[in-house]
């Protein structure tokens, strides 16, 4: 039991996307091309949740629009990577921004 609970407490918690969240997926179907992989990508992406299975198992896709050739397969939550966007502020934000007037009177 002891085991058990050592096990237990330094499990990370299973990821959980929802339907539409944009994951990566591993690389691992590289070319033989004789040179280092090292420095090349881990994975690749973005790719859509298309369907949630059981077992922390989910349907990805590719996006419309984003690559010539449609994907679709089924991977597990532990090898799927969340795609995290940047976003820029609104340039309407900084335009109304109080500080921003007084500094230029």
């Not at 896709?61 to 799927?80: F, Q, V």
């Amino acid at each position: 039991m002891a085991m058990k609970t050592h096990y237990d407490n330094h499990r990370a918690p299973t990821k959980i996307f929802q339907l539409g969240d944009l994951v990566m997926i591993p690389n691992h179907h590289l070319p033989a091309t004789g040179k280092s992989k090292k420095l090349l990508p881990k994975f690749r992406g973005p790719f859509k949740i298309s369907a949630v299975l059981k077992n922390d198992r989910y349907e990805i896709s590719s996006i419309e629009g984003h690559t010539k050739r449609k994907y679709k397969s089924i991977y597990s939550a532990d090898a799927l990577k969340k795609w995290i966007t940047f976003t820029t502020p609104d340039d309407n934000v900084l335009e109304n921004d109080p500080s921003s007037s007084d500094s230029s009177s």
